[in-house]
């Protein structure tokens, strides 16, 4: 990643960055690393236009068709009364509904006794919470398609919100089959990184909700696209964002702007967060105030957020922070009265306020 954004950033240098689509496109040459790499620079030309122009991104594409966004949060654990447990706490917070994993990695045909505890975990959680809350399964990849058809089947009486990447990407022709075995909606997307990649995804018609990920599908110049690519097909959007306070600031910003946008993923309380978690990186906390299982959409220029410096080190560390670069000089109060100096992307203007979704940062 360190080398991805070295090298795109000499094609940078000295260019104006309110041009973003014309960098994008200077840019673009597709596969994960890349994408993820032209992701957090994305997101920092957009959050400079932002603050340059004294608005929030939503405002530069096109305006907001909604004022704040459902949100769902995970939960772990592997004993049907852990996640019942866990699924009710987060109901009593005033969350509407959760994501959990399904299962562990099951062969090509595998056991019934697996099917059996991951319908014993969804029941429990159905039970605790009532009819109305939302539920998320994310297969994660890790079923084939023989035990993918006989799970989403077992699991349709629960009525889950839906299904998440039954299948590997690699193998989204099987979505047709699995499609045919139920009637829950269909998610799939994080692990692809570019409108070319969900292009036939979406022409295939078997996908109800598409779930690019802001920070490594190409930023929001891309999944601003994506976004309008899916909503062609009459396909739902829930942007993937386990990671931190700017992928979520970049999801909320592009899902003011989308019809199609359902829900949005977003990492606070995640099991993984060990010791820190997604406020503690943000000057004002306020801004991710969820009310009644919705966030509003975040007000302030650019972004809409200020990070504490402090916690660069933190970043560095841990991978699920999310990204932006900051670019050191450009700032609103270098353009009073009417902003009449022309920014300039150079050299010296990186900080160490760089966050990528690898905790890269970049050298002062």
């Given at each position: 990643?360190?080398?991805?954004?070295?090298?795109?950033?000499?094609?940078?240098?000295?260019?104006?960055?309110?041009?973003?689509?014309?960098?994008?496109?200077?840019?673009?040459?597709g596969?994960?690393?890349?994408?993820?790499?032209?992701?957090?620079?994305?997101?920092?030309?957009w959050?400079?236009?932002?603050?340059?122009?004294?608005?929030?991104i939503?405002?530069?594409?096109?305006?907001?068709?909604?004022?704040s966004?459902?949100?769902?949060?995970?939960?772990?654990?592997?004993?049907?009364s852990?996640?019942?447990?866990?699924?009710?706490?987060?109901?009593?917070?005033?969350?509407?509904?959760?994501?959990?994993?399904?299962?562990?990695?099951?062969?090509?045909?595998?056991?019934?006794?697996?099917?059996?505890?991951?319908?014993?975990?969804?029941?429990?959680?159905?039970?605790?919470?009532?009819?109305?809350?939302?539920?998320?399964?994310?297969?994660?990849?890790?079923?084939?398609?023989?035990?993918?058809?006989?799970?989403?089947?077992?699991?349709?009486?629960?009525?889950?919100?839906?299904?998440?990447?039954?299948?590997l990407?690699?193998?989204?022709?099987?979505?047709?089959?699995?499609?045919?075995?139920?009637?829950?909606?269909?998610?799939?997307?994080?692990?692809?990184?570019?409108?070319?990649?969900?292009?036939?995804?979406?022409?295939?018609?078997?996908?109800?909700?598409?779930?690019?990920?802001?920070?490594?599908?190409?930023?929001?110049?891309?999944?601003?696209?994506?976004?309008?690519?899916?909503?062609?097909?009459?396909?739902?959007?829930?942007?993937?964002?386990?990671?931190?306070?700017?992928?979520?600031?970049a999801?909320?910003?592009?899902?003011?702007?989308?019809?199609?946008?359902?829900?949005?993923?977003?990492?606070?309380?995640i099991?993984?967060?060990?010791?820190?978690?997604?406020?503690?990186?943000?000057?004002?906390?306020?801004?991710?105030?969820?009310?009644?299982?919705?966030?509003?959409?975040?007000?302030?220029?650019g972004?809409?957020?200020q990070?504490?410096?402090?916690?660069?080190?933190?970043?560095?560390?841990?991978?699920?922070?999310?990204?932006?670069?900051?670019?050191?000089?450009?700032?609103?109060?270098?353009?009073?009265?009417?902003?009449?100096e022309?920014?300039r992307?150079?050299?010296?203007?990186?900080?160490?306020?760089?966050?990528?979704?690898k905790?890269?940062i970049?050298?002062?």
């Amino acid at each position: 990643m360190q080398a991805a954004v070295d090298e795109l950033m000499d094609l940078l240098i000295g260019k104006d960055p309110l041009r973003i689509e014309d960098h994008w496109q200077v840019m673009y040459r597709g596969g994960s690393i890349l994408m993820s790499a032209i992701a957090g620079i994305d997101q920092a030309l957009w959050d400079i236009k932002g603050k340059y122009f004294d608005a929030p991104i939503y405002q530069l594409l096109g305006g907001a068709c909604r004022d704040s966004m459902r949100v769902y949060s995970w939960i772990g654990g592997d004993r049907p009364s852990d996640v019942g447990k866990a699924a009710l706490e987060k109901q009593q917070e005033g969350i509407t509904a959760i994501k959990m994993n399904a299962t562990e990695e099951m062969q090509y045909i595998d056991s019934y006794q697996k099917v059996d505890q991951v319908v014993e975990r969804i029941a429990a959680i159905r039970t605790a919470t009532g009819s109305d809350f939302g539920i998320g399964v994310d297969f994660h990849g890790r079923i084939h398609k023989p035990m993918a058809k006989v799970l989403a089947k077992a699991l349709e009486p629960y009525r889950l919100m839906f299904i998440e990447e039954p299948v590997l990407p690699e193998n989204n022709e099987a979505l047709r089959d699995i499609a045919n075995h139920t009637s829950t909606p269909i998610a799939t997307g994080e692990r692809m990184f570019s409108r070319w990649d969900f292009k036939s995804l979406l022409e295939d018609g078997y996908v109800d909700i598409i779930q690019p990920d802001l920070s490594h599908a190409g930023g929001i110049t891309e999944c601003k696209k994506i976004f309008a690519m899916a909503e062609a097909y009459d396909v739902a959007v829930a942007p993937h964002c386990p990671l931190g306070p700017i992928a979520l600031a970049a999801c909320l910003q592009v899902d003011a702007t989308a019809h199609n946008a359902i829900i949005q993923e977003q990492s606070l309380g995640i099991h993984y967060n060990q010791g820190n978690d997604l406020l503690d990186y943000v000057t004002d906390p306020s801004v991710f105030s969820y009310e009644d299982g919705y966030v509003k959409i975040p007000q302030g220029p650019g972004l809409g957020i200020q990070l504490m410096r402090s916690t660069s080190v933190e970043w560095r560390r841990n991978p699920h922070i999310g990204g932006e670069i900051r670019f050191g000089d450009i700032r609103t109060d270098q353009w009073p009265n009417g902003r009449t100096e022309e920014p300039r992307v150079k050299q010296n203007d990186f900080d160490s306020e760089f966050i990528a979704n690898k905790g890269l940062i970049l050298p002062n």
